[in-house]
């Protein structure tokens, strides 16, 4: 990372006939660096000085590094830097099988895990030519999962947001909705967490389907949840949508216009804040999204507000999807796997334990446990076959794209044949979307970056993978 | 993913030939090299795309395609190499717009386009990488094709596609007409240089940047080439398939647990 002002002191080096003067900062030692700064008489002619705010900032969303070159309270130039965040998720995805790699991608963009699932396992259907034979309870299933997804995610960004804007309220009303502290199973991510086992890390979007039907109970929770948010919604919106000092901070702040979005792929809430309705559930729909009715929010306001209010009316939309989700899994009454499966009937593909949710977790139902055990040799060999070989997956590639909370989540996926995928490549909005903080945050004050990252909503666990 | 593929030998784990569907044969010299415009990399990978996979048994077994009854999913796809017309769905359309502004360009389609596969309801133009920058500007530009959004690049390593290792695969987006297609360049190990798109599409700044640092590959023309995910001074491009995993022998209740790359496995 290089940018173009007097660095940091004590010893100027070769860099200073190019960069002028050269400061290296070793660490405290900042009596040092202002006494040469004053020495050199820097105060009084340039007054730019470089910042390097994060790795660990409060309101970095994550481990992102910004390196900002400030002239009084103006931004003149950033460089984000990140890498700080990188696990080699893609990498490891190549040493496991195809079924292992959703545990894996489940943990790039921790906020979204159900989208980075969908993401990969649409991919891999494709490859395997079953995109059509997907059990439609299992379709069900993941658009009500995706969209309780999208509304924890968006009031991940949202809620936090307020907070590193100052406003505790703004946090704790997000999180009322949001959830994820107990509290009865009717908030979004005690939802997630009964009917996966998981706040987050699901594991639970499978190639072929889904890992598990809903639990007992798990439709009563959903409608306890349905009846109690557009409430919280309320009042969350009460509280911000108005506020003077949320529309002073976010209004015309970090505009990108739609040219810039299509320069930058840029996409989803930033790029409908634009005023053009993209949206990949409408254009080009998958799992089942064609059937269900919601509206596609936009702004043309193209800045910061904008992308709040289009978040905000999001989150209902998704609570309308998800109504819709529960009346048809209401309407074809309790599933089974013989009658309405949620995952393929394909012995050869659908992992064989009918997984079930015991009190200490997600687990082999004991009915399959006496079966391979007790009954059939043919079905132990089978389910070991299965679980420790895993299936192939003809040799080919797909690009599987979906509308994520953040944009267009992709996964390029790479078969070679065998029972390992060759290459997973998430496409992530988060990374893309990174690249425009320079375009938005350059020349306005350095107080306008809190909110303007906020917008962009990036999570770090993606844009590094 | 070791393993030369023209000797089908037993080994520990993967035994992988190319041949046809009963029995290993020796790889087909037979696929025509004129079809090839020449300067097509190499032809001894050319002969591994077109020879059809075929798996032979588990743990080293040569005379059956598996050890335990539980086979059916044996591959007999190969990666498709080249669609014949009609590709299908508006790729049809989409191709003959791209012919077309090439030639508008001064360009025939064949010069920049080594080949054109339509797969799973994908469409993959295979350009020739000298072509890329070209090819770009006119998807992005023509009335008729504009895929205005870029998803970027996305490295692929294929060792044994000698002259033709790496891969750089792009996904472009038609907002205006709904349509997705997908570039693909390859280039050799021993000269990874690629054209970069950064001047026609800004958006692939990083992830040209994120393909060097995983695979290597150089994308001239780049403003800033530079690591991404990786620090600064990290040595070789970790996802490539030939990148060490490293790893010692982990003992575990008196049983050695070998490294990653070592370990007994499938496929």
Known sequence: ?465 | MSGPEETPKAGPGETRGSGAPQGPKPPSADVAPAEADGDLAARLGQARLSAPVERTGMFGVQDTPDTSGYGLLRVHRARPIESPRPYGSYFDEVADALGDALQAGGLGFSEAIERVVADRGELTFYVRRERLPEVAAKLRDDPDLRFELCSGVSGVHYPEEVGRELHAVYHMLSITHNRRVRLEVSVPDADPHVPSLVSVYPTCNWHERETWDFFGIIFDGHPALTRIEMPDDWKGHPQRKDYPLGGIPVEYRGAKIPPPEDRRHYS
Not at chain 1, 128 to 136: F, K, S, T
Not at chain 1, 237 to 265: E, Q
């Open chain 1, 1 to 465: 990372m290089t940018s173009s002002m007097p660095h940091a002191a004590a010893g100027a080096s070769d860099a200073e006939a190019a960069e002028g003067r050269v400061y290296t900062v070793s660490g405290e030692d900042w009596d040092e660096i202002i006494a040469a700064a004053n020495e050199a008489g820097d105060f009084e002619s340039g007054e730019r000085i470089v910042v390097n705010m994060g790795p660990q900032h409060p309101s970095t969303h994550g481990v992102l590094r910004l390196i900002l070159t400030l002239e009084g309270e103006t931004v003149v130039e950033i460089r984000p830097a990140i890498g700080y965040l990188h696990t080699g998720i893609e990498k490891n995805m190549e040493y496991r099988t195809w079924t292992q790699g959703v545990a894996f991608c489940t943990r790039a963009d921790y906020l979204m895990p159900i989208f980075n699932e969908t993401a990969y396992c649409l991919a891999v259907e494709r490859l395997l030519g079953i995109e059509d034979r997907i059990p439609e309870r299992a379709q069900i299933i993941r658009v009500l999962m995706l969209e309780l997804n999208r509304i924890t995610s968006h009031l991940g960004g949202i809620a936090p947001m307020g907070l590193e804007l100052g406003a505790t309220t703004i946090y704790t009303q997000g999180a009322r909705l949001r959830g994820g502290g107990g509290g009865g199973g009717e908030r979004a991510l005690d939802l997630l967490e009964l009917i996966t086992g998981l706040r987050m890390n699901h594991a639970f979007i499978r190639p072929g389907g889904v890992a598990q039907d809903l639990p007992f109970g798990g439709l009563e929770a959903i409608r306890a949840f349905l009846s109690m948010a557009p409430g919280l919604v309320h009042d969350l919106r009460t509280l911000i949508d108005a506020n003077p000092v949320f529309i002073g901070r976010n209004k015309s702040v970090a505009y990108l216009d739609l040219a810039s979005c299509m320069a930058l792929g840029v996409t989803g809430p930033m790029l409908r804040a634009t005023g053009l309705p993209w949206d990949l559930r409408k254009s080009q729909p998958y799992c089942g999204y064609e059937t269900y009715d919601f509206d596609v929010p936009v702004t043309d306001t193209c800045d910061a507000y904008g992308r709040y209010l289009i978040r905000m009316d999001e989150i209902s939309e998704s609570l309308k999807i998800i109504k819709q989700c529960v009346d048809r899994l209401a309407a074809r009454g309790p599933g089974g796997r013989a009658t309405d499966p949620v995952m393929i009937r394909d012995a050869k593909i659908g992992w064989p334990a009918q997984l079930s949710l015991g009190p200490d977790g997600l687990g082999p139902s004991p009915e399959h446990i006496a079966h391979i055990m007790g009954q059939s040799m043919e079905a132990l060999i089978h389910h070991f076959k299965l679980i420790t070989e895993g299936f192939r997956v003809p040799a080919g590639q797909a690009y599987a794209a979906i509308e994520s909370p953040r944009g267009e989540l992709a996964a390029h996926v790479v078969s070679d044949g065998g029972t390992r995928p060759y290459r997973v490549h998430l496409r992530d909005p988060s990374f893309t979307h990174l690249q425009s903080v320079a375009a938005v945050c350059e020349g306005g004050f350095l107080a306008d970056l809190i909110p303007a990252i906020a917008s962009i909503d990036p999570v770090m666990g993606g844009v590094d993978r």
